[in-house]
C-alpha cells in the first residue's frame, strides 16, 4: 500500500475541513516530514560552517576565523561564490554521465526512504520486504559516483570513484547480513512489523539485547557506508570526483549539476537513513543521541500516538555525522592556544538535545540512575594503566553527574506529597519466569537514594590516595553505586535480591584487596556473614512469589496486597528478618562489622557505615514491614527489647575497644539499635524517626571513619593507648573530630539529637504498648545516651591530649589539606542543616509512612 488507510481517510477528510481535530491530525503528520527535510537541510550548513571553523582553528587559516562574527561572512561568501560561479564541464569528457551520476546517488538515496515510516503506520510503501528494498536501492548510490568518475575524463577523479564505491559495496554483505538474521528473528521484513514486533515487550523487546553483535556490526557497517571515522578516506576520493581541486562543477539557481553540495547532500541524507534504519531495527523506532536515549517511547502505545522519533530523526543524523568533524575535532580544537566562542557553540548543540531530553515524560530516568555508574565505570579500564589522576577526576565527575542527576529527576519529575510509587519502570526481563525490571520511588526510598549519591560521591573523594590498582577500586566503588541505587528503587522482589548480592561483589574485593593486614580474615567473614544471610533472603523471596492468589508474582505492589496464613507469614518474616539482621546488624549478628571496619581502606568504611548499613534497615521496613504486617504486629516488642539491649550492649563494647576504627564500629551498631526501636514502635513519629536516623548516621558514621582515617594515614598508628597530643600539631582535624563527636552523641542543634528524641516520643506515644513497658524501655534507652558521651569523649581524649606524639616514629604531622576540609565540612553541612530543619527530611517520608502503618496495620 502507498499509504495506510488511518492516514488516507485523515487527508481526505482534511478537504471537507469537518473538524480543526482533523486539520491537526495532518498537520501533526507533516511537521516530522517537514522538521526531518529542514533539519537535514541546515544541518549541511552548519556542519559545513562548523568543519570549515574547526580547520581553521587547527590550521590558523585567517578567512574562516575573522571574516564577520565566528566566520560566517567566509561561509557566506562561498556558498555565494558556488551559487552564481559558471557551470564548468570537464573537457573531453561525457557531460550526460558527468551530469547524471550524482542525481542517481541522490535519488536512490531518497528513494529508500519510501519504506522508512515517518509515524505510526505513516509510510510511503510498507512493503513485506521492505528492509531488503532499502539495501538494493541504496546498493545503487555507487553507480552514480563511478559514471561520475568516468564521466569526468579525468584518472584521478576516476581512480577516486572507484575507491569510493568499493568501500560502499564491500560493506553492503554485513549490512545485509544483519538485516537477515533480524528478519529471521521476528519472521517480517516490514519496516514497520519490526518496530511493532519490538514493542511487545517493551525497553527489553528491543533487538539491541538479542543481537548486540549484530547491533555492532551494523554500526560499523553504517559508518563505513556513510564513510565517518575511521572510514573516511573516501570522502577525499569523492572530492576528486566533485573536481573539488579543479573547479569544473557549481550549483546554479536553475537546478542541481554535479558539485560538491551534491555529492555531500546525497552524503547527508545517507547519514540520515542510516540513522533511521538503525532504529527502527535495533531500538524500536526510538530516536537515540549520541550519549542519551531521546523520547523513551518503546512501546507501541507511545510509538502509536508520537511522531517526536522522527521530528528528532534530523537532528540525530547531523549528530551522528559531527560525530567526528565536532565532537573528535573540537576536542582536539580545545586543546589548541586558541579557543573560540565556537568551542561553547559546537558543545551547545549536544547540551539543547539533552535538555529536550530531560523534558520528555518517557525517559528511563530510574533505569539510567541505576545503570549509568557501572556502565561508566566499565570505561575505566579503557584509560591509561598509570593515569591515576585521570581515573580519579573520571570516578569523582561521574559520581557528581550521577548526583546532580539524580538530584535533578526528583526535583523536577517527584511530587512529596504523593505517597504512591513515581517514576515507575517495569520491564519484562525473563517472561519464563515473569521476571521483570521493575523501578519505582516513594518517600521511603528517595532519602536513602540521595545520601547514597552523596557519600559514594565523597568516599571517591577520600580514596584518592589509592594508587594500587586504581582503574580497579574504582570501578568497584561505581559498581557498588549502581547496586546499593537499585536496591533502593526496586519493585521487584528477584531484583531486589539481585541488587542485594551484586553489591556483596565489590564489598568483598575492596576488602580483601585494599585492607590491613588481616584484610583476608575480615573479607571472608564478611562474606560468610552476608552470603549467609542472602539464603534466608533469597528463600522468602521464592516464597512469597510462589505463593500468589491467582499465579506467581515477585511485584512489591501485588505482594503488599496478598494475604497469607499466619504461620506462613511468620515464616517468611523471620527469613527475611534475619537477611537484614546481619546487614543492619542486630546483635548477635554483628561480629562482622568491628573486624569488617577495622581491616577496610576508609573510603570503604565510609560507604559501608553510611550506606550498607542503611540497606537492612530499609529492607526491614520495605518487607517485613509493608508486606508482612500482621507478622511484624506479633513481633515489633522483642524488636523494642532486641534494640534496647543493643544500645546498652554496644556502647559498653565500644567503651572497652583499643582499635579506633573498631570502636566507631560499635558506636555505629549502638545507634542502629535507636532504628530498631523506632521500626518496632509502629507510630508515625517513632518510623519517621528512625527513617531520620538513617539519614542522620550515614553522614555522621562517614565523617568519623573519614577522619579515623585520614588520622591513621598521618601518624600511623590505630590503637588509642599508643595516641595523644594530635590537637597541638593538628588542630583543624582535631577541631572536626571534636564537632563530629558531639553530633555523634546526640548534642542539641545536630541530626543526631532530633532523630534520637523522635525515635523516643515514638515510643512514649505508641499506643500498642502498656505504659510500664514503655517507661522501662525509655529508662534503658536514656543510660544508652548517656553511654555515649562517655566513650566519645574517651575517644577524643586518648587521641588528642597528652604528649606522646613525640615517640610516634615514621609519621607525618600535617594539619588537614583542603580536600580533609572539603570533605569535613561536606558532611557536616547536611547534619547541622537537618538538624535545624528536620523537616525537609521529613516531608520525604511523613506521607508514605501514613500510608504503610494505615494501610499494613489496619488491615
Known amino acids: 500500500m502507498i499509504i495506510d488507510t488511518t492516514e488516507l481517510q485523515a487527508i481526505n477528510s482534511f478537504f471537507k475541513l469537518e473538524s480543526l481535530k482533523e486539520v491537526y491530525g495532518i498537520i501533526w503528520i507533516l511537521i516530522p516530514i517537514f522538521t526531518l527535510v529542514l533539519g537535514i537541510t541546515i544541518g549541511v550548513l552548519v556542519i559545513v560552517w562548523l568543519e570549515r571553523e574547526i580547520s581553521a582553528g587547527i590550521q590558523q587559516r585567517i578567512g574562516p576565523e575573522y571574516a564577520g562574527p565566528l566566520g560566517i561572512l567566509q561561509a557566506l561568501a562561498d556558498g555565494t561564490k558556488l551559487l552564481f560561479k559558471e557551470n564548468l564541464l570537464p573537457s573531453r569528457g561525457d557531460a550526460r554521465l558527468f551530469s547524471i551520476g550524482p542525481s542517481i546517488a541522490v535519488i536512490s538515496i531518497l528513494l529508500s526512504y519510501s519504506v522508512i515510516p515517518f509515524g505510526y503506520r505513516l509510510v510511503l510503501a510498507d512493503l513485506t520486504i521492505g528492509v531488503f528494498l532499502w539495501i538494493a536501492i541504496s546498493s545503487i548510490a555507487p553507480i552514480g559516483l563511478l559514471m561520475s568518475g568516468y564521466g569526468s575524463n579525468n584518472k584521478y577523479s576516476f581512480l577516486g570513484g572507484l575507491r569510493a564505491a568499493a568501500q560502499s559495496i564491500s560493506y553492503e554483505i554485513p549490512l545485509t547480513l544483519c538485516v537477515l538474521s533480524i528478519s529471521l528473528r521476528v519472521i517480517r521484513s516490514s519496516t514497520v512489523d519490526i518496530v511493532e514486533a519490538q514493542s511487545k515487550y517493551g525497553f527489553w523487546g528491543w533487538n539491541l539485547w538479542r543481537q548486540p553483535i549484530g547491533f555492532i556490526i551494523f554500526l560499523i557497517s553504517s559508518l563505513a557506508e556513510c564513510e565517518r571515522l575511521p572510514f573516511d578516506l573516501p570522502e577525499a576520493e569523492e572530492e576528486l570526483v566533485a573536481g573539488y581541486q579543479t573547479e569544473y562543477s557549481v550549483l546554479y539557481l536553475g537546478g542541481w549539476n554535479l558539485s560538491i553540495p551534491y555529492i555531500f547532500v546525497s552524503e547527508i541524507f545517507d547519514i540520515n537513513k542510516a540513522a533511521a534504519a538503525q532504529l527502527l531495527i535495533y531500538v524500536g523506532a526510538i530516536n537515540v543521541l549520541i550519549i542519551f536515549a531521546v523520547m523513551f517511547m518503546n512501546g507501541s ?117 504523593d505517597p504512591l510509587i513515581q517514576l515507575m519502570e517495569d520491564y519484562k526481563w525473563i517472561q519464563l519466569f515473569d521476571f521483570h525490571w521493575r523501578l519505582g520511588i516513594d518517600g521511603l526510598s528517595i532519602g536513602p537514594i540521595l545520601l547514597t549519591g552523596f557519600i559514594t560521591t565523597l568516599a571517591t573523594l577520600a580514596a584518592w590516595p589509592v594508587t594500587r590498582d586504581s582503574r580497579l577500586f574504582n570501578f568497584l566503588m561505581l559498581a557498588m553505586y549502581s547496586a546499593q541505587i537499585g536496591l533502593f528503587s526496586s519493585r521487584d522482589l528477584l531484583l531486589f535480591f539481585i541488587m542485594w548480592e551484586l553489591e556483596l561483589i565489590p564489598v568483598y574485593l575492596l576488602l580483601s584487596m585494599w585492607g590491613g593486614k588481616k584484610r583476608l580474615y575480615s573479607a571472608t567473614k564478611f562474606i560468610l556473614y552476608t552470603a549467609g544471610g542472602s539464603i534466608f533472603l533469597l528463600m522468602g523471596v521464592l516464597g512469597i512469589g510462589l505463593y500468589g492468589s491467582n499465579e506467581p508474582t515477585l511485584n512489591f505492589e501485588t505482594s503488599a496486597n ?101 570502636r566507631i564500629a560499635y558506636s555505629s551498631v549502638s545507634h542502629m539499635g535507636f532504628i530498631i526501636i523506632g521500626i518496632g514502635s509502629i507510630t508515625d513519629t517513632g518510623l519517621n524517626g528512625a527513617l531520620l536516623q538513617i539519614i542522620s548516621h550515614g553522614f555522621i558514621g562517614a565523617a568519623l571513619f573519614f577522619l579515623a582515617g585520614t588520622t591513621y594515614d598521618r601518624i600511623r598508628l590505630v590503637y588509642l593507648d599508643e595516641m595523644g597530643g594530635i590537637a597541638i600539631l593538628m588542630p583543624k582535624i582535631f577541631t572536626i573530630f571534636s564537632t563530629f563527636s558531639m553530633a555523634s552523641l546526640a548534642l542539641p542543634g545536630m541530626s543526631g539529637f532530633v532523630a534520637e528524641l523522635i525515635v523516643f516520643f515514638g515510643i512514649i506515644t505508641s499506643q500498642k504498648y502498656l505504659l510500664m513497658p514503655k517507661i522501662l524501655i525509655t529508662f534503658v534507652m536514656a543510660i544508652g545516651m548517656i553511654l555515649t558521651p562517655i566513650y566519645s569523649l574517651s575517644m577524643s581524649r586518648q587521641m588528642f591530649y597528652g604528649y606522646k606524639f613525640f615517640n610516634i616514629p615514621n609519621s607525618y604531622f600535617f594539619d588537614s589539606g583542603p580536600r580533609e576540609l572539603f570533605l569535613s565540612i561536606s558532611l557536616f553541612l547536611p547534619v547541622l542543616g537537618i538538624g535545624m530543619y528536620p523537616d525537609f527530611i521529613f516531608s520525604l517520608s511523613v506521607d508514605k509512612v501514613e500510608v504503610i502503618l494505615s494501610n499494613s496495620f489496619s488491615k
Open 301 to 417: 502505545e507511545y510509538y502509536k500516538d508520537f511522531h517526536l522519533w522522527t521530528i528528532g530523526d534530523g537532528v540525530t543524523s547531523v549528530l551522528i555525522d559531527t560525530f567526528e568533524k565536532i565532537l573528535l575535532e573540537s576536542i582536539l580544537f580545545f586543546f589548541t592556544d586558541k579557543t573560540r566562542a565556537q568551542n561553547i557553540l559546537s558543545t551547545g548543540f549536544f547540551l539543547v538535545q539533552v535538555y529536550l531530553v530531560f523534558t520528555t515524560n518517557y525517559f528511563p530516568w530510574l533505569t539510567i540512575i541505576v545503570i549509568l555508574p557501572i556502565f561508566a565505570g566499565s570505561l575505566i579500564f579503557f584509560l591509561p594503566h598509570r593515569g591515576n589522576r585521570v581515573i580519579r577526576w573520571y570516578t569523582i565527575f561521574i559520581c557528581i553527574f550521577e548526583l546532580l542527576l539524580t538530584a535533578y529527576t526528583f526535583c523536577y519529575h517527584f511530587q512529596t506529597d
Open 562 to 662: 496478598q494475604s497469607y496464613p499466619l504461620p506462613l507469614e511468620i515464616i517468611f518474616y523471620i527469613g527475611f528478618f534475619i537477611a537484614f539482621a546481619v546487614k543492619l546488624p542486630i546483635i548477635p549478628l554483628h561480629t562482622w562489622l568491628p573486624d569488617t571496619h577495622g581491616e577496610a581502606h576508609y573510603s570503604t568504611c565510609m560507604l559501608l557505615a553510611g550506606i550498607l548499613l542503611k540497606m537492612g534497615a530499609y529492607g526491614l521496613v520495605r518487607i517485613n514491614m509493608e508486606l508482612l504486617s500482621h507478622a511484624h504486629s506479633i513481633f515489633s516488642p522483642w524488636l523494642l527489647i532486641v534494640g534496647t539491649i543493643q544500645i546498652i550492649y554496644a556502647a559498653s563494647t565500644s567503651l572497652g575497644q583499643r582499635n579506633l576504627k573498631k
